[in-house]
């Protein structure tokens, strides 16, 4: 079983949807979480910390559930500038952060 | 964005040459990383620094060494390189453990024929 599991999708959506994106993770020690967004031949980048209160940037949402371990990412009013491939990542301790194999969003026109 | 650099961005070569990547930070960052990228695989680490000339070993880094003998650089050297290697290199940064975020390169495409 992989430390950190996300379904790869992807996710076909027409702009204007909302979609949601969930990761599991299996270390219940985890502390810290976080999603990444990567474009197409490009590096990862943060896109947001999760918090276990639920925290959102605009029209993203993440959530983190400590007792089912689970992660999730809702994007709202999906844009076509959306379209990439959203990775997972725990934080399990010391100099060990486990990225997810991502899932991958296409916002069609 | 994080002042980071690797070089080169694309590089060819043939099974058994040495190769070395390199990354640069402008950023002071205290701790830093080597992942390589596959396909159905999240980044795997295979090397990492938490200063100057203090490094240990990933979960992946048969077949890879590291140096760090400034802040500022830090390299990966395939000894021999394997068709196995071929992979995309991304370089992290991170100023604190577990609170900050790390920073990426913009990745090295290597291909060993």
């Known amino acids: 079983r992989k430390e950190v599991e996300q379904d790869p999708g992807p996710f076909n959506v027409p702009e204007g949807a909302t979609v949601a994106f969930n990761c599991t993770y299996s270390?219940?020690?985890?502390?810290?979480f976080f999603w990444y967004r990567q474009d197409c031949r490009k590096e990862p980048k943060l896109l947001m910390s999760?918090?276990?209160s639920g925290n959102e940037d605009g029209r993203f949402t993440a959530q983190l559930n400590r007792a089912s371990q689970y992660i999730s990412l809702l994007i709202r009013d999906s844009k076509l500038s959306d379209s990439a491939t959203y990775l997972c990542v725990v934080f399990t301790g010391g100099f060990k952060t486990i990225f997810g194999a991502g899932t991958r969003l296409f916002v069609k026109a | 964005d994080a002042g980071i650099t690797q070089s080169p961005r694309h590089k060819v070569t043939e099974t058994g040459t040495p190769v070395t990547l390199r990354c640069h930070q402008t950023?002071?960052?205290?701790?830093m990383y080597w992942y390589r990228q596959d396909p159905g695989h999240g980044l795997r680490l295979i090397h990492y620094?938490?200063?100057?000339?203090?490094?240990d070993k990933g979960e992946v880094s048969d077949g890879y060494s590291v140096s760090r003998s400034k802040t500022e650089d830090f390299l990966l050297t395939l000894e021999s390189a394997t068709s196995s290697q071929t992979s995309v290199y991304f370089c992290?940064?991170?100023?604190?453990?577990?609170?900050?975020?790390?920073?990426f390169g913009p990745g090295t495409r290597l291909t060993v024929l």
């Open positions: 950023e002071n960052h205290r701790y």
């Open positions: 620094s938490y200063g100057v000339k203090d490094t």
């Open positions: 999760v918090y276990s």
């Open positions: 992290a940064t991170q100023g604190a453990i577990g609170t900050d975020t790390q920073y």
């Open positions: 270390n219940s020690a985890s502390q810290s």
